[in-house]
C-alpha cells in the first residue's frame, strides 16, 4: 500500500459557509481518514490520508461539491502517512 497524507490549507470565503460540513459529507464518499478545522486567521485546514489517486479524486471532489467559488486558494502538501487516523470528522 502506498498511502499519503494530504494537508492542505484552504483560502478565500471559506469560514461560515458549510465548509466543513460539506467537506466531511464529501469524504463518506472516498476511502480517506482524516479531519478538517477552522483556523483562526479564516483559513481551513484539511488533513486527510489514503492511496493518492484516492485523495486527488477527493479533493476534486472537494471543490466540485459547490464549494470550488469559495476558494481562492489551495496550499498542498503532501508527504508519507503517518497513520493514528479513523474515520474523517470536524475538528475542533
Known amino acids: 500500500?502506498?498511502?499519503?497524507?494530504?494537508?492542505?490549507?484552504?483560502?478565500?470565503h471559506v469560514q461560515g459557509v458549510g465548509f466543513r460540513y460539506t467537506v466531511r459529507r464529501v469524504a463518506e464518499g472516498f476511502e480517506v481518514v482524516g479531519w478538517?478545522?477552522?483556523?483562526?486567521?479564516?483559513?481551513?485546514?484539511l488533513v486527510a490520508e489514503g492511496e493518492p489517486a484516492e485523495l486527488e479524486a477527493f479533493r476534486q471532489a472537494i471543490r466540485e461539491s459547490g464549494l470550488g467559488p469559495?476558494?481562492?486558494h489551495e496550499e498542498v502538501h503532501r508527504e508519507a502517512a503517518a497513520g493514528g487516523l479513523t474515520g474523517f470528522?470536524?475538528?475542533g
Open 36 to 45: 478538517v478545522r477552522n483556523l483562526p486567521d479564516g483559513r481551513v485546514e
Open 70 to 72: 469559495h476558494i481562492r
Open 89 to 91: 470528522v470536524i475538528a
Open 1 to 12: 500500500m502506498n498511502r499519503q497524507r494530504l494537508r492542505i490549507l484552504y483560502s478565500g
